[in-house]
């Protein structure tokens, strides 16, 4: 019987393709470590992978497959999107269609703008990569920017469809290789579009690569017109106020106009619940009636559909409740489009 047992333990082995050294993982995951914070929804990964251990590799984020890849090098980078919150991660690595090995670990992308992963949980970390030497990275990758990486930036120098057609090289860029999947979007932020990683990111702050904080004093660098028109108003819409840019927009990159995280609405009533059904514009006038807020065309911008940011400015007003148009109150207000 014990024989047949031991038989049994090595037949297994085998078939896994595991080592008999107990805990040992066939891959490894290079970068990030276990319980890593985040700040953004693209995770940049680095597995090594030892010749002929596997021939492919699936990564799932929350249980869902995002890449499968050919395991065709030693060292496997790639990015993976992330949600806010708590990410589990599985890595599966395959040989001759066989589960050879299965790493789980788990990542916390906190934000800002949803308040529920403002704060991580206990026993997740920080984990900044230029902080330590990467010496498994250096081999393929240089890990410290070049003058190239700093351009001269110009707000006017990025127009919409010029970012759009993505005719912008990337070629001089030391970031590239390794960031690439952060402007992987249809509207990209200028100095990102051209790769002046350097024009916001500072080399010799701690951590390294570090944004001056408020935001503002790397936005208003170039956004000199908008601070200007901006500052002259009476109020300040809340981020505004505590320059606190990247909670709207993103610095890179986003899959909506403006860069902003979400679509317009749906960024508002993120923190603006209580206006989601349109009530409070026609409630002085009584009655059940519900003003239109959404999937309808905006009058006063034929290209744009009906949004908060038809009624409201966004970053800063004369008016208290933030009207735009330059209106002294409500009714007014609602006789720029309701002319008859």
Same mark, same amino acid.
């Given at each position: 019987m014990r024989i047949k047992i031991l038989f049994f333990i090595i037949v297994l082995f085998i078939a896994t393709g595991l080592s008999a050294e107990e805990g040992r993982h066939v891959i490894t995951v290079n970068y990030p470590p276990d319980r890593t914070i985040m700040e953004f929804g693209i995770l940049s990964m680095s597995l090594n992978v030892p010749k002929g251990s596997a021939d492919s590799i699936s990564i799932l984020v929350n249980d869902k497959e995002k890449l499968r890849i050919v395991a065709d090098s030693e060292f496997e980078c790639f990015s993976v999107p992330l949600a806010a919150g708590i990410n589990r991660i599985n890595i599966t690595a395959q040989r001759e269609k066989t589960a050879v090995d299965s790493i789980e670990m788990t990542v916390f992308r906190r934000s800002d703008l949803e308040s529920a992963y403002k704060n991580p949980p206990p026993g997740f970390e920080k984990d900044y990569f230029h902080m330590k030497n990467r010496d498994q990275c250096s081999a393929c990758h240089?890990? =410290? /920017?070049? @003058?190239? @990486? =700093?351009?001269?930036? $110009?707000?006017?120098? !990025? /127009?919409?469809?010029?970012?759009?057609?993505? @005719?912008? $090289?990337?070629? @001089? $860029?030391?970031?590239? $290789?390794?960031?690439?999947?952060?402007?992987?979007? /249809? !509207?990209?932020? +200028?100095?990102?579009?051209?790769?002046s990683c350097l024009s916001c990111h500072d080399p010799k702050a701690a951590p390294v690569y570090a944004v001056r904080k408020p935001d503002t004093k790397v936005c208003f660098g170039c956004h000199i017109e908008q601070k200007e028109e901006w500052e002259r108003k009476k109020y300040f819409h809340g981020p505004f106020t505590t320059g606190s840019c990247t909670i709207c927009h993103s610095p890179h990159a986003s899959e909506n106009p403006s860069n902003l995280h979400k679509p317009t609405l749906d960024l508002c009533l993120n923190?603006?619940?209580? =206006? +989601?059904? *349109?009530?409070?514009?026609?409630?002085?006038? +009584? *009655?059940?009636?519900?003003?239109?807020?959404? *999937?309808k065309p905006d009058p006063l911008r034929k290209d744009r559909e009906l949004s908060c940011v038809s009624c409201h400015d966004p970053h800063a007003s004369d008016s208290p409740r933030l009207w735009r148009l330059n209106v002294g109150s409500g009714f007014e207000l609602c006789r720029k489009c309701h002319t008859d």
């Amino acid at each position: 019987m014990r024989i047949k047992i031991l038989f049994f333990i090595i037949v297994l082995f085998i078939a896994t393709g595991l080592s008999a050294e107990e805990g040992r993982h066939v891959i490894t995951v290079n970068y990030p470590p276990d319980r890593t914070i985040m700040e953004f929804g693209i995770l940049s990964m680095s597995l090594n992978v030892p010749k002929g251990s596997a021939d492919s590799i699936s990564i799932l984020v929350n249980d869902k497959e995002k890449l499968r890849i050919v395991a065709d090098s030693e060292f496997e980078c790639f990015s993976v999107p992330l949600a806010a919150g708590i990410n589990r991660i599985n890595i599966t690595a395959q040989r001759e269609k066989t589960a050879v090995d299965s790493i789980e670990m788990t990542v916390f992308r906190r934000s800002d703008l949803e308040s529920a992963y403002k704060n991580p949980p206990p026993g997740f970390e920080k984990d900044y990569f230029h902080m330590k030497n990467r010496d498994q990275c250096s081999a393929c990758h240089i890990l =410290k /920017p070049a @003058d190239t @990486d =700093k351009k001269p930036v $110009s707000v006017s120098a !990025f /127009p919409a469809e010029k970012l759009r057609s993505r @005719d912008m $090289s990337a070629a @001089d $860029s030391t970031c590239y $290789s390794c960031h690439k999947n952060l402007t992987a979007y /249809p !509207f990209i932020h +200028g100095p990102s579009a051209v790769w002046s990683c350097l024009s916001c990111h500072d080399p010799k702050a701690a951590p390294v690569y570090a944004v001056r904080k408020p935001d503002t004093k790397v936005c208003f660098g170039c956004h000199i017109e908008q601070k200007e028109e901006w500052e002259r108003k009476k109020y300040f819409h809340g981020p505004f106020t505590t320059g606190s840019c990247t909670i709207c927009h993103s610095p890179h990159a986003s899959e909506n106009p403006s860069n902003l995280h979400k679509p317009t609405l749906d960024l508002c009533l993120n923190c603006h619940v209580d =206006k +989601g059904n *349109g009530r409070h514009i026609v409630a002085a006038v +009584g *009655g059940s009636y519900f003003h239109p807020i959404r *999937g309808k065309p905006d009058p006063l911008r034929k290209d744009r559909e009906l949004s908060c940011v038809s009624c409201h400015d966004p970053h800063a007003s004369d008016s208290p409740r933030l009207w735009r148009l330059n209106v002294g109150s409500g009714f007014e207000l609602c006789r720029k489009c309701h002319t008859d």
